[in-house]
T-cell receptor, first 109, second 115 residues
Framework: EDQVTQSPEALRLQEGESSSLNCSYTVSGLRGLFWYRQDPGKGPEFLFTLYSAGEEKEKERLKATLTKKESFLHITAPKPEDSATYLC??????????FGTGTRLLVSP | GAVVSQHPSWVICKSGTSVKIECRSLDFQATTMFWYRQFPKQSLMLMATSNEGSKATYEQGVEKDKFLINHASLTLSTLTVTSAHPEDSSFYICSGEQGRDQPQHFGDGTRLSIL
């Protein structure tokens, strides 16, 4: 069964304190791993797509990496506005995404 | 780019009424659209997948007669919750996909409250 697990469930950081979020996956065939950011009461906002092991994508303070079994979302020197729930999702090729349960990030000033 | 608009954002109605939610891709053609349901502090649960001009594919456990999906064009899909009851209260989110293996882009969701 295809499965996506995110850790930690919740993370509290001080402004400027860098950290990483983990997304582990067990799928029959990976056709893309996606990172989204979701603010309360809103739909997920697309951040990155990764297709193959070794691939990296970067945007402002965020950097996503991919291996054959997991992906990391690195947050460098976070700011309070980075507070959100970060979702990881995997495309297994059956025209639907398998989502993890998310990491709730809170960055304090 | 890749903007999805969802309306209404909030609906409150009486038990037994039907509610229609619209999902539009504003700047791209979505060959496939998806409807999700999300409970508080939980992740997204896929309800159905719809391709333009064909019948929707529903996930196991989702009642197709209660949740009617129409994907009439490459930019519009609608979800109608028929004879809604309090247990149907939830946050409903749609998404559109530009092409196979491309990212899905999500609307801002509709909070449905049935009294």
């Amino acid at each position: 069964e295809d499965q996506v697990t995110q850790s930690p469930e919740a993370l509290r950081l001080q402004e400027g304190e860098s950290s990483s979020l983990n997304c582990s996956y067990t799928v029959s065939g990976l056709r893309g791993l996606f990172w989204y950011r979701q603010d309360p009461g809103k739909g997920p906002e697309f951040l990155f797509t990764l297709y193959s092991a070794g691939e990296e994508k970067e945007k402002e303070r965020l950097k996503a990496t991919l291996t054959k079994k997991e992906s990391f979302l690195h947050i460098t020197a976070p700011k309070p506005e980075d507070s959100a729930t970060y979702l990881c999702a995997v495309n297994t090729g059956f025209q639907k995404l398998v989502f993890g349960t998310g990491t709730r990030l809170l960055v304090s000033p | 780019g890749a903007v999805v608009s969802q309306h209404p954002s909030w609906v409150i109605c009486k038990s037994g009424t039907s509610v229609k939610i619209e999902c539009r891709s504003l700047d791209f053609q979505a060959t496939t659209m998806f409807w999700y349901r999300q409970f508080p502090k939980q992740s997204l649960m896929l309800m159905a997948t719809s391709n333009e001009g064909s019948k929707a594919t529903y996930e196991q456990g989702v009642e197709k007669d209660k949740f009617l999906i129409n994907h009439a064009s490459l930019t519009l899909s609608t979800l109608t919750v028929t004879s809604a009851h309090p247990e149907d209260s939830s946050f409903y989110i749609c998404s559109g996909e530009q092409g196979r293996d491309q990212p899905q882009h999500f609307g801002d969701g509709t909070r449905l409250s049935i009294l």
